[in-house]
Structures are given as structure tokens and as C-alpha cells.
């Protein structure tokens, strides 16, 4: 889930929306939308996971997989359709068939009241810094794995520096002369 921290750190979000066709509930009240930071946002480039929602999810055949999708209203979704206006992408399968939508949009992010990270303030929204297009969904997975890599490779120099000062304590410990 996207880390936003700090003073003014939830406001004037750059996101984007994926929607899915599939993803509206069957009362038609409600679709489900995965809501990420852009990567391109300020707040971006150092998110390990873009995404304002991700629960861990354990399937029946014990593999885990991750859910992104959050329920927002049919009024919901028309106010970030609306804010994205021309702002928008289909999403197509390995076929070449639209499964559903990249919209791009700007808006104040809150914790959600029910479930778990963050949900899109819709009275906020508005039209993003960013044009979305047909690489934008690769551009997202690629800098959570920059980002991911980094902190991998932050995380082994600080093991690194941290072991040569712990062999130098276990060296002063051998190298003490016994008492007798």
C-alpha cells in the first residue's frame, strides 16, 4: 500500500484508476476500481507499492495473491470519470480485447472509514498533471521495482557496513589475553 506521510502529503494526489468491465457489483450500485499512486506524482518514485489498497489474500489452492480493488458509488465513479475527462487508456487483454480503463486523475486521498488503505476523496477530484497512455501501466510496475531494488540494495550496504564493525569486536575479544 502507498506510504503517504507528512503535512499535505494526502492532498493533490496525482492517480490513476484502474477499472475493470468486470468489476461492478451485481446491483449495479457500486464498482470496484484499483486506485494507485502515480508514479510520476512527487510522492512516487520511492513507493514500493503504488497501490492505495492491497490486502493480502490467501486463494483456495494456497497460493496469495493481492487485492487492489476498492468500492466506490455509480456517483463515485462519474466524478473521477469526469475529472479525468480525455484522460483515459483502455486496458486490453493478451488479445487485444478492452477489459476496462486507465483514467487519470488528481484528488485528496483519506484512510478508509471501512476496510483497510486508502480511498479517493471524490468531492476533490480533479484534472491530473499527467497524461495517461499506453505505457502508463507498465511505467507503474516499473518504478515499484526500481523502488523495491533500491531499498534491497540500501538495506544490504547498511548489513554490509554493519558487519565489519561486529567482526572487529569479535577480533578485540580473541585477541584478549587470559587471565591465570
Known sequence: MALLKGKGAMTGVNLIAKVYKNGVTKDGKSQYADIQLDARDPR???QTNLHLKSDRVQGENGKVRYNHGTPYSTGQMEE???AAGPNAEPILDKGGNEVGIIYGFKGNVIPATRGTGLVVNTKSVKASEFKVDDKTLNNQFASMRTAREAQTAAR??????SA?????EQAVEVDEPAVG
Open 156 to 161: 544490504e550496504a547498511r548489513a554490509q557496513n
Open 44 to 46: 512516487g518514485p520511492e
Open 80 to 82: 473521477i470519470v469526469k
Open 164 to 168: 565489519p564493525e561486529a567482526e572487529q
